[in-house]
């Protein structure tokens, strides 16, 4: 298998990149971030490493390499980082869940989650095909599109299997 990667981005070397990934053009994505297979970064989407990012040491030596410990972002299986979007360090975002353009992600964000804004927030819960699904009832939803059935359960969604 293959990952598409758009010109001008930058991928660290530290980077777990999965398969079937696409990154746009000019995103940047550190070390030690991990994207999980089938995951989407839009163009100019930033992930940070850098808890609290100084040039320069306490007492005003620059940093060298020892005098951090870079943090990661995870992107599981799936998700989808929109256009300019940040996500800082360290953050995880679930199998299937969409990071809308422009947001900024401070907190980790759950499976089948459209988040939006700065800071990030839950919108609505999204399916698969990466559209919003219909309420059914007694916290269950559907995805119109694909008809696969949804229950939502302490603030998390899975997919019902039967």
Do not use: H
């Amino acid at each position: 298998m293959y990952c598409i990667i758009g010109r001008g981005a930058y991928i660290d070397a530290g980077v777990r990149l999965g398969q079937r990934c696409k990154v746009q053009n000019y995103a940047l994505i550190y070390e030690p971030t991990w994207l999980d297979d089938g995951v989407f970064v839009g163009p100019a989407a930033v992930f940070t490493n850098d808890r609290p990012p100084r040039a320069v040491t306490p007492e005003g030596s620059i940093k060298a390499g020892g005098d951090w410990e870079p943090v990661g972002v995870t992107a599981r299986y799936g998700a989808s980082i929109g256009v300019r979007a940040v996500c800082v360090a360290p953050v995880a975002v679930g199998n299937w869940a969409v990071v809308a353009a422009g947001a900024v992600v401070v907190k980790d964000v759950p499976d089948f989650a459209l988040v939006a804004g700065v800071p990030a927030r839950f919108v609505r819960w999204i399916g698969r095909a990466g559209i919003a699904l219909t309420a059914i009832g007694n916290s269950r939803f559907r995805c119109p599109r694909t008809g696969a059935r949804y229950v939502q359960a302490d603030g998390t969604l899975r997919e019902k299997t039967s």
